[in-house]
């Protein structure tokens, strides 16, 4: 709790050099060395971080304030104002081990733009931040160009977390009612400028808005980030069921796109069993009698619920590819929702979009911010699923950018335009613990699974098999342990589907991530990767009781299920830049192979006792070894358990 009677701060004016004459502002933590100095320079104002005397983060603040700011105390910190401009810095949290304060403007109406040093030089590294296609880890090298940082179809940014932090052990969180664009390694190399302004796709209806962001300083990057999810992020109420997560999912997409019908289900699942496989059988895109009517089409599903029975009678589950869209063709359902003022509208009414599957203006969005309108949609939904006898569903889309530009959507104005993927996501996610949705935004609580955007077939980190680590680690890192990977051997897009070496690498890298779907299959290779998909899948299945502990670890604390392996190393400096390992809870080290042609890699260990099951050799690592050129040819996976 907050103990006002021990507060002390100390605002120190004056030069503290007789060279670079400055005035300073310092708000001074009484549990911990910690402290955060402002420093006016006349020609700008930054502020810097320190633990211990020793400074581990500067800021640059954008102010008009620059040379005539006065300042004034609060119960918690100071104000700082001059020519209009306020900011206000309050101590939120003080404690020995884990400091928290927060940088607010209240009602401006100025563009503002503060920036971060990313301070690579000093071997500083960052996580978090967004899903995206160019998934880099860790993640100071990336660019970002005014990137309006919401969830997006564009750079497959299904994700956008507020939320940044370092292996100094700093956090930054910035509040979801700020207009937030991001801008890194771009008008200034090394920094993540977080520039907040009034322009699309937030409200410009109003001219004022807020910019608070909040800053935590704990012991390490692990250390923190715990704090983050306990004050920030939030952790899920519960998790996915097992089911999906000790045998595949069987997804029709990759391999037969949209030419679905009966005899192509009857004719995949019988396959997928006569092989020697189970699972959850996942019925994609196109099955519907128009987009949006959530109808089976009679002419490619005569008998659905013929359909499902027979699929359970195998012993599999159905699941059903579903979106929020419904095309102008579909004219019964279009018009019914449109008369009901169901979709997104814009500020002149016009309900027109567009999606991957309607041409320009010809589908609208399902407004999820009514509540009418979601339990339309929901109900539509429920009697489906009993009517077909579908036990759940894949819910693609949800980003906001799916919406008309400039939405008006039910909530205010500070919530555009997250608020439609919120209530999205918790709409369908009413259908419980066997769901997946690929689109989040402050919703770490639900226990559902979160899927990667659709992965590429190729080997580099454009959205290829590297980023299926990349990506698994940044979802986790920002409060989404519930990763579903996409598709074994990506989507085979552009006519290239996957060859032997890649499915049987993206398998391997998949084994210890929390569920493995397949679409492109074993058998359409040989029988060598048929055996070595029965093993994987096996192996999977073996350790889905310890993927089931991190689960249940993820509801009691938020950690997450599959950290990077610096979370048991966080001041280990090599660790901390591994992009082509990941472990499972904190006893599986993974280290696949994820480069086109190698039969061995390097594999970098941080410090403990693991065993090798591949070569049954034990290591006693005291700080971090390299095992250079390991050797794993095809059939190998790399992996250690620690004891
Ligand atoms: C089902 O789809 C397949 C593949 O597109 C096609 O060859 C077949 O004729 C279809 N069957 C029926 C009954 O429509
Ligand atoms: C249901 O499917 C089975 C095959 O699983 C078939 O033999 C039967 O005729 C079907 N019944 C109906 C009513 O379509
Ligand atoms: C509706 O439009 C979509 C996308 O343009 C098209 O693929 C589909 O065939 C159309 N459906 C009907 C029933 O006209
Ligand atoms: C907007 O949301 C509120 C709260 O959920 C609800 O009471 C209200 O009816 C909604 N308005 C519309 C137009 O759906």
């Known amino acids: 709790m907050w103990r006002i009677v021990k507060l002390i701060i100390f605002i120190v004016f004056g030069c503290t050099s007789l060279c670079t004459c400055a005035t300073q ?3 001074n933590f009484i549990y911990s060395t910690n402290k955060v100095v402002v420093t006016d320079r006349y020609y700008a104002l930054e502020y810097s971080i320190y633990r211990d005397g020793e400074r581990l ?19 918690r910190g100071f104000v700082l104002f001059g020519r209009g401009d306020e900011i206000e810095f309050a101590i939120e949290v003080d404690e020995q081990r884990y400091s928290q304060l927060s940088i607010s403007r209240k009602n401006i109406a100025k563009p503002v733009t503060d920036c971060v040093e990313l301070s690579s030089k000093e071997g500083v590294n960052w996580y978090g931040g967004n899903e995206q296609r160019w998934q880099d880890y860790p993640i100071q090298k990336l660019v970002h160009k005014h990137n309006s940082y919401v969830t ?13 932090f370092n292996s100094h052990g700093i956090y930054f969180y910035v509040d979801l009612d700020a207009p937030l664009f991001i801008d ?24 004022r808005f807020d910019f608070t962001y909040h800053i935590g300083i704990g012991l390490n990057a692990r250390d923190v980030h715990m704090k983050a999810i306990e004050k920030f992020l939030g952790k899920p109420s519960g998790h996915p069921d097992e089911a999906m997560v000790r045998e595949p999912i069987w997804s029709t997409w990759a391999r037969y796109k949209a030419d679905v019908n009966e005899t192509v289900v009857r004719t995949f699942a019988n396959e997928i069993l006569s092989f020697g496989f189970k ?7 196109d099955w519907e009698k128009c987009y949006g009517a959530l109808e089976f089409r009679e002419s ?9 029975d027979w699929l359970h009678s195998t012993g599999m589950r159905v699941t059903l590819w579903i979106h929020p869209f419904i095309n102008k063709n579909c004219s019964d359902w279009y018009d019914t929702a449109k008369n009901a003022k169901y979709f997104v509208a814009d500020h002149s009414g016009n309900t027109d979009t ?13 407004d999820f911010t009514k509540p009418v309108a979601a339990n339309w949609f929901y109900n539509r939904l429920n009697q489906l699923r009993k009517d077909s006898g579908i036990d759940s569903y894949k819910f693609d889309a949800g980003e906001s950018s799916w ?34 949705v690929r689109a989040a935004q402050n919703t770490q609580d639900l226990p559902i699974f979160v899927r990667m955007i659709d992965k590429d077939t190729r080997w580099n980190l454009n959205n290829g098999l590297p980023t299926l680590i990349t990506t698994l680690l940044q979802m986790n890192l920002v409060g989404y342990p519930f990763v579903l990977p996409d598709m074994i051997g990506g989507n085979g897009y552009d006519n290239n589907p996957p060859n032997k070496e890649i499915f049987v690498r993206w398998l391997q890298a998949n084994v210890f991530m929390p569920s493995l779907q397949f679409s492109y299959v074993p058998w359409d290779f040989d029988t060598e990767v048929v055996q070595l998909a029965l093993k994987y899948v096996a192996l999977h299945a073996e350790w889905t009781k310890l993927i089931m502990e991190r689960f249940d670890l993820a509801v009691s604390t938020g950690a997450p299920v599959n950290p990077p392996i610096w979370w048991i190393a966080p001041k280990d400096k090599i660790a901390q830049t591994i992009s082509d390992e990941f472990l499972l809870g904190e006893k599986i080290l993974v280290a696949p192979v994820v480069v086109e042609g190698a039969i061995k890699r390097d594999i970098y260990l941080p410090a403990g006792i693991w065993y090798d099951p591949n070569l049954d050799i034990t290591y006693d690592v005291a700080e971090g070894r390299w095992l250079n050129d390991y050797s794993a040819p095809l059939d190998v996976l790399p992996y250690f358990i620690k004891n």
Request: aromatic share 12%.
């Open 25 to 27: 502002f310092t708000l």
């Open 57 to 75: 983060q500067t800021v640059s603040l954008g102010t008009g304030m620059g040379g005539f700011i006065k300042s004034r105390k609060t119960p």
């Open 152 to 164: 997006k179809e564009e750079f497959n940014q299904a994700i956008a977390e507020r939320y940044w």
């Open 184 to 207: 890194q390694n771009n008008e200034q190399i090394d920094f993540m400028c977080l520039i907040a302004k009034r322009a699309l796709p937030y409200d410009i209806y109003h001219s």
């Open 279 to 285: 699972g959850q059988f996942e019925l994609d895109d």
């Open 300 to 308: 490619k599903f005569p008998n659905i619920k013929n359909l499902t």
């Open 354 to 366: 567009q999606w991957w599957n309607s041409k320009r203006g010809e589908a609208a969005y399902i």
């Open 403 to 436: 919406t008309p530009p400039d939405p008006v959507l039910n909530g205010t104005h500070r919530q555009h335009p997250s608020k439609i993927v919120q209530d999205y996501v918790r709409t369908v996610s009413m259908f419980g613990p066997l769901v997946e």
